[in-house]
């Protein structure tokens, strides 16, 4: 099987070398600029094509790390040509384009998936398989943030909530029901730089999401609050996951003058051991294990509908 990389920018590069470390060596790297190309040929063997439909037609699969807007017309391109499809966040900058893929994909029994990388994370798997030991999900806090890199084809929301919100649709779901957004500009800069999203979903649960490109600190968290226990998941620090024993009791009140006596539980602290295992790794390992075994991606459809319907929510506002 041999893969064909369209983009060798900071992502691209990623991946590229989690193909190496994996085991791809066969693989053609394209890319429009020539000194992109220049750079890769350093590192990598691979034959070079004057134009992208000759490199999609010497390929078995294509990996998309273009930026967001040219992700609709390389996948379709990819897709009518029976390759199958592993596309960087967002899948597309809109939902008619993103089911027009789908269509398209599970009419020629193509795989596609779209990295949303986190859910190949071992924090987030762990999360996962253990959120029900927290109880009722109350609420999740998240914030990430960091000094740029700033985009010119799209804002902060689309550039770095996709990352929470697929998570938090992995993890409770994406029916909103509410959704309040701040975000601004930074001077004259096309796209907004910075924003706070605030929903309430169907189920109850209340989020809180603050992303922005002008921290000078690089945050990677969140918070997930239940009626039993807290998980704080921290993707910076080596201990990752941080499950806290803690909770807010509500007892009725014998006194009349209030309705409920309010208790605070503090128990242990438990970090887990995690495999050490990085994310892109187990996404590439999981794009190919489907396509070699005919299985269904963890973040097809299923993930790539709520999150873009979810954007499209936010965005609006």
Not at 233 to 260: Q, R
Not at 272 to 297: G, Q, R, V, Y
Request: include cysteine; proline fraction near 3%; aromatic fraction near 10%.
């Amino acid at each position: 099987m041999k893969f064909l990389l369209i983009g060798y920018g900071y992502w691209g590069r990623n991946i590229a070398r989690t193909l190496k470390e994996i085991g791809i060596n066969d693989f053609i790297i394209y890319d429009e600029d020539k000194n992109q190309l220049k750079e890769a040929k350093k590192l990598y063997d691979f034959e070079i094509y004057n134009c992208v439909d000759e490199a999609i037609k010497h390929s078995d699969a294509v990996i998309i790390a273009t930026p967001p807007k040219t992700h609709y017309f390389l996948a379709k391109k990819a897709l009518l040509a029976n390759k199958h499809i592993f596309v960087e966040k967002p899948f597309t900058l809109n939902l008619d384009e993103a089911y027009e893929l789908i269509e398209l994909a599970e009419k020629k029994n193509l795989k596609y998936m779209v990295d949303h990388v986190f859910l190949y994370s071992e924090p987030v798997k762990f999360i996962k398989q253990n959120i029900d030991s927290l109880g009722e999900i109350v609420y999740i806090n998240s914030r990430r943030i960091n000094l740029g890199l700033f985009q010119y084809t799209t804002d902060v929301i689309w550039d770095l909530a996709v990352h929470d919100l697929s998570i938090i649709d992995y993890l409770v779901g994406l029916e909103i029901k509410k959704v309040s957004v701040f975000k601004r500009k930074y001077k004259d800069f096309k796209n907004e730089a910075l924003a706070n999203i605030d929903l309430e979903l169907n189920s109850g649960i209340t989020i809180s999401i603050q992303v922005s490109w002008l921290s000078p600190l690089k945050v990677r968290e969140m918070i997930i609050g239940g009626s039993k226990k807290t998980i704080v998941y921290d993707d910076v620090i080596s201990d990752k996951i941080k499950i806290y024993d803690a909770g807010v009791i509500l007892n009725p009140s014998e006194n009349e003058k209030y309705d409920y006596l309010v208790k605070y539980h503090y128990g242990d602290i438990e970090v887990p051991t995690l495999p050490n295992n990085m994310s892109l790794t187990n996404a590439l390992n999981h794009f190919i294990d489907c396509i070699k075994n005919n299985k269904e991606p963890l973040t097809d459809k299923k993930s790539i509908i709520p999150v873009l319907k979810a954007l499209e929510i936010i965005s609006k506002v």
